[in-house]
């Protein structure tokens, strides 16, 4: 079976945050089965600058870096390459939403008669649940286009039925999988070290608007001293500028460290008490998986899917709207928060394990090229 990846960006552009670390794994899932051959067409953008590209990692499946030559994912090598990549393939995954390479890989899949998966990373549920999401009008004919090229037997990749129901709202009559993200469950679960009368906040993800940071940075204004916040990730320059303005007021209370993985990552989260997601939108949240899997507690929001929480009792999950940050974080620092990381690193274990998203992408591309073998028989 001939598996065919178009994305944007890859690994290892991990700037642009979750969704590389996810399509990477179900890259090297799939490609570790024995009758499987994977190919990745992508970008070689690695950051928002042209002169920001990617060194080519060396992975166990052939990966294409086109060069990008303008705007997010602007690649004329990609679509150069797109017809044949296509045509070899008999299944094709589609990664992103409103960018270069979606449109035509839709266009050829449909005209050679190939199934498609769509991944669209959350992009369609941050359209449909966040009234602020900029150039709206151009994603809303974006979609409608979409929804008319895409193949008849396309299947739309989700991860978890809240993505699912708002991002189906914006198409019709298209068939959905829901095929949760992976945690790496390779990382030790930490000891925590602590007083007792400090707590360490820590907040990890992309800086943008939609995550909520506002919204922290007003919590933590209100919070006592012995409350602190580290931020890590990278953002728009001039929206991270006016992050790092109000932690400069914060008498070194509130800390920017941009950009951490491996054994970086690994150490932010081993020396946080608790982690912390007010996003307005998330299709996953990959970050919250990755800090319950290193025993850290998780508070977040309703608009992310991770409802769950409270039910397995690792942190909490609120209506940001209606409920006072502030208060709930300094009702969580006040509890066991070991124990709770503890449940929720026991959770990630059971649930979460790299082998089920494997096993789900397998099963749906195996019955998409073998539905589609029997049409071309017919």
């Known amino acids: ?13 991990t700037y642009w945050g979750g969704p590389i670390w996810s399509t990477k794994a179900i890259c090297d899932g799939i490609a570790a089965l024995d009758d499987v051959e994977l190919r990745v067409l ?5 950051g928002p600058k042209i002169s920001d590209r990617v060194q080519p990692a060396a992975l166990p499946y052939a990966v294409h870096y086109a060069r990008r030559v303008a705007g997010h994912c602007i690649a004329p090598g990609l679509l150069a390459r797109l017809p044949a990549a296509i045509h070899w393939a008999d299944i094709v995954h589609v990664t992103g939403t409103y960018n270069m390479p979606t449109l035509p890989a839709f266009v050829l899949a449909r005209v050679l008669g190939k199934p498609l998966v769509w991944s669209p990373r959350g992009a369609l549920q941050a359209t449909e649940d966040w009234p602020d999401a900029p150039h709206l009008r151009i994603k809303y004919g974006f979609e409608h286009i979409a929804n008319a090229l895409r193949p008849r037997d396309a299947v739309l990749h989700v991860t978890a039925k809240q ?12 068939a959905c999988a829901i095929i949760p993200n992976a945690v790496d469950m390779t990382a030790t679960s930490r000891v925590r070290q602590t007083d007792g009368a400090n707590c360490r906040l820590m ?14 940075f007003d919590a933590m204004a209100r919070l006592p001293a012995r409350f602190t916040l580290d931020i890590y990730g990278t953002g728009d320059a001039a929206y991270v500028r006016t992050l790092q303005v109000r932690a400069d007021l914060s008498n070194g209370r509130i800390r920017l460290h941009g950009h951490v993985e491996g054994a970086a990552k690994t150490a932010a989260f081993a020396g946080a008490d608790l982690f912390v997601l007010p996003s ?36 909490r999950c609120i209506d940001l709207p ?26 990630m274990r059971r649930d979460f394990a790299p082998a089920a998203m494997v096993a789900g992408f397998e099963t749906l591309y195996r019955r998409l090229a073998t539905h589609n073998r029997q049409e071309v028989v017919a």
């Open 203 to 216: 907040f990890l993800s992309r800086l943008h608007p939609k995550k909520g940071l506002e919204a922290l």
């Open 163 to 174: 993505e699912a129901r708002q991002s189906i709202r914006r198409l019709s009559g298209m």
């Open 42 to 46: 992508t970008s070689d953008a690695a």
């Open 322 to 347: 209606q409920s006072d940050l502030a208060a709930e974080i300094a009702a969580l620092c006040a509890g066991d928060l070991r124990a709770m990381g503890q449940r929720g690193r026991d959770w």
């Open 1 to 13: 079976m001939k598996i065919l990846h178009v994305v944007p960006t890859f690994y290892p552009a």
């Open 280 to 315: 307005h939108s998330e299709n996953f949240g990959i970050v919250v998986a990755e800090a319950l899997a290193h025993a850290v507690p998780v508070l977040t929001t309703q608009a992310t899917p991770w409802q769950d929480i409270h039910r397995h009792d690792c942190g």
